[in-house]
């Protein structure tokens, strides 16, 4: 094949500024664009979907409700009781990441979720909280957790290394995790629209054989809705599992 | 050797860790649908566990993916 053939996957993730100049001057780029979009998206929702205060909800009062039921009680379940006090932390972090795969998939728009920037300081918040709730609670006590109670003593040494390495890495996988899998769902669209546009170069036959990428990217794509969702999901549940650890230590 | 060339035999040395992840999903919803045979009133909170054990386990099949990524595109 010919060499200016080759395939631009990581193009799409290239951050430009937006807003024409003042955007340029102050380093708004489309990441930031997108946060701020969908920011205004998830207030908006409440906001409106709130305002009827209907008791046979409408549909924006519904998907308001079912969202804030579904985080309220993944955290009662994960976390127990005391989850309350963290579901608005959850709820925020659910909403954000979701809204942010989602509106990545709309065309000529941009997942900021795709860059390990964004992903790893949304995990090193998560992992900061983390470790400071769990001192307030517990005290220095806290650090009985890197030895569980009732485990060989000679074992000592080896334990607590695999646990602390074990909690140092939460946020590194929590952030790869997402990056990862919006980079390369995005990088299989690319690739396959691609494939597209090779098949119509070859003339009548490349036309007909061209449906063949198409139909794989709309499959994809409803993978992709599901994978958006369930990385959400997933962020959440991993942060009220870590939350769980830290207000009953084990 | 090329360089290209070296580029794609390695991309493609680093995606055989997904036949393991593979295995590990097939075992995931392998169990997940036996137990949800054996007692379909437990259906909804297995669901979640599966889910959460297929994320995870997926996690490592798109490390490697990275990796390939990263050799291929940079």
């Known amino acids: 094949m010919a060499a200016e053939h080759t395939i631009d996957a990581l193009g799409q993730f290239e951050l430009g500024p937006v807003l024409g100049p003042i955007g340029a001057s102050v380093g708004f780029s489309q990441s930031n664009l ?53 579901f608005p932390f959850v709820f925020t972090l659910f909403s954000f990441i979701l809204l942010g795969n989602l509106l990545g998939l709309l065309p000529f728009s941009f997942t900021y979720t795709s860059h390990i920037a964004v992903t790893f300081g949304l995990a090193a918040i998560v992992i900061v909280l983390v470790t400071v709730v769990a001192l307030a609670i517990h005290g220095l006590h806290f650090f009985s957790y890197f030895f569980p109670a009732g485990a060989p003593i000679a074992l000592s040494p080896l334990i607590v290394t695999v646990e602390i390495i074990s909690y140092l890495s939460r946020p590194v ?46 499959v994809l794509m409803g993978f992709e809705l599901l994978v958006a969702c369930l990385q959400a999901y997933v962020f959440a549940v991993l942060t009220c599992i870590y939350l769980h650890d830290a207000v009953h230590l084990h | 050797m090329e360089v290209a060339a070296a580029k794609a035999l390695g991309a493609g040395i680093a995606v055989i860790a997904l036949a393991g ?21 437990a259906r909804d909170q297995v669901f979640g566990l599966g889910i959460l054990g297929f994320a995870l386990t997926e996690a490592v099949a798109l490390f490697a993916l990275l990796i390939a990524f990263l050799i291929l595109f940079t």
């Open chain 2, 21 to 41: 992840v593979g295995i590990g999903i097939g075992n995931i919803f392998s169990s997940l649908v036996s137990s949800v045979a054996r007692n379909p009133s």
């Open chain 1, 173 to 218: 996988s929590l952030s790869i995790r997402l990056f990862a899998n919006m980079v390369a769902g995005h990088v299989m669209f690319e690739v396959f629209a691609s494939f597209i546009v090779m098949m119509a170069g070859a003339g009548l036959v490349g036309y007909l054989g061209g449906v063949g990428p198409l139909a794989l990217n709309v």
């Open chain 1, 34 to 86: 997108m946060m701020v979009i969908a920011a205004v998206l998830i207030l908006g929702l409440l906001t409106v979907g709130m305002s009827a205060k209907a008791v046979v909800p409408g549909r924006l009062q519904a998907m308001a409700e079912m969202l804030y039921d579904f985080v309220h009680n993944m955290c009662i379940e994960q976390i127990g009781e005391e989850g309350k006090k963290f």
